[in-house]
């Protein structure tokens, strides 16, 4: 049977092991200690990782780095609203949408003037940015 043991301290005793292992703990501790050398040569120190240890006392490195299910999704990411690709003209609306916007754009004074033959916008030169 094989349990997950987590580092986060060189010298950190190993978690409590089954009554068969105890008399062999200072050699998994050692296990332990070079293991989180290595890592922490290999990546650097506080990179999370796991190591595993069976019922016969061997100890590996399971995962180096966030486990899997605990990454975060990356704050900065930006998704597009419906509208937005829209507008883009990376999805097409449906014939009822069309419609609707073509009154929308008929409706306002300045969308109508600068509307070309098709219901979009001409293609006006931006202003400066104000900085």
């Given amino acids: ?21 105890r008399p062999f703990r ?9 293991l989180r050398l290595y890592v922490r040569r290999l ?3 506080g990179t999370p990782f796991l190591t595993m ?7 590996w490195i399971a995962a180096i780095g966030d486990a899997p299910g605990t990454v975060r999704s ?3 990411a ?7 690709q829209a507008v883009m003209g990376r999805i097409v609306l ?14 306002l004074p300045v969308a ?13 030169p931006l202003p400066l940015p104000d900085t």
């Fill in 1 to 21: 049977m094989a349990y997950t043991l987590r580092m986060d301290s060189l010298f950190a005793p190993p978690p409590p092991l089954k009554p068969h292992l």
């Fill in 26 to 34: 200072f050699w998994i501790w050692l296990q332990l200690v070079l």
């Fill in 43 to 45: 990546k650097g120190r």
């Fill in 53 to 59: 240890c069976d019922a016969r006392g061997n100890v």
């Fill in 74 to 76: 990356d704050p900065l």
């Fill in 78 to 84: 930006f998704t597009p609203s419906k509208a937005f």
């Fill in 94 to 107: 449906s014939p009822m949408h069309q419609a609707f916007s073509a009154r929308v754009l008929r409706a």
């Fill in 112 to 124: 109508s003037a600068c509307a070309g033959s098709q219901g979009q916008g001409a293609r006006l």
